[in-house]
Every structure is written in C-alpha cells, then in structure tokens.
C-alpha cells in the first residue's frame, strides 16, 4: 500500500520542512517529497520537478534530484565546494544535467546528488528518522537541501 498526500496550493518559491520517524525501505519501495508543476499546457517536465527527498529500495542515503527541459545544466555546481556529496552517476557520466533527456545519463535522470550517510532506509530507521529542509530560491538562483538526524536539530 501506499500514501500520496497531494497540495491545492501552489508555490513559487519558500521553504519546505520534513520530519520523518521512518520512512518505508525494501525492494520496490520508492519514498519521495517532491515538489511539481504542470497544467494542460504545461505537462511534466515544463515546470519542473524538485525531489527533496528520494529513496530507492534498501538505500541508506537519500537523493536530491531536479527534473526539467534543456537549459539546466549544473556541471559547474561542484562536489565538496556548492555540495557536501557527490553527483550520483549517470550511463556514462555524473548526472549533473537536469533535462530528463541529458546525453549520458538515465532517461528522466536529471540532475541528482547524493544525500549524506543515513538520510533514507534502515539506517534512517534505525536513529529515529530525523528532519530534510529545502530552500527554493528563483530570485537568489538556488535550490539548497539540508539534513538533519533525530535529535540534532536546533530547538
């Protein structure tokens, strides 16, 4: 079974907060929080999609994607400077182009980093859950993600 929890409101920019206690692992489970936009004129990806938080079956670190057309490449966002982790690997290069159509990547890959150890599946679990935050900033040109194990979080 699943849940799909689904917003009438609609965003342009702001701040969205996650605390999770736990989150579902195993073969074929797929948690998200993701953010997208689409209309009868504008179908996905046109207006993009933000996954804030993505896990796939037993992984033990959560992914931050972007999803979008031509005209998002982030090969100057660089791993250890503007991230803590590393671009997760594409088909035959880092996945640090956000078109779901980029050449060496999986196809609807986009742009995908790496989450920090502990951010999704048993290991999640198994310290409590903890809280994921995520900055969407058009005027600034950003989208910035944090993480935070149970427990560690500011009062």
Avoid at 60 to 86: A, I, K, W, Y
Wanted: proline share 6%.
């Amino acid at each position: 079974k699943s849940v799909r929890i689904e917003s009438v409101a609609e965003y342009n920019r702001g701040l969205f907060i996650i605390t999770l206690d736990h989150i579902p692992t195993g073969c074929g489970a797929w948690p998200a929080f993701w953010l997208f936009g689409q209309d009868a004129e504008h179908v996905w990806p046109h207006w993009g999609e933000l996954d804030i938080i993505e896990g796939v079956h037993l992984s033990n670190e959560t992914m931050t994607t972007l999803h979008t057309t031509v005209g998002c490449d982030q090969r100057d966002v660089q791993p250890g400077v503007h991230f803590s982790t590393e671009w997760k690997s594409g088909l035959s290069k880092e996945a640090d182009n956000c078109d779901i159509k980029a050449e060496g990547q999986w196809s609807n890959q986009g742009c995908s980093q790496k989450g920090p150890p502990n951010s999704m599946g048993p290991a999640f679990n198994a310290q409590g859950g903890g809280t994921f935050a995520s900055e969407w900033d058009p005027q600034g040109g950003h989208v910035r993600t944090w993480f935070w194990p149970a427990s560690t979080e500011l009062p």
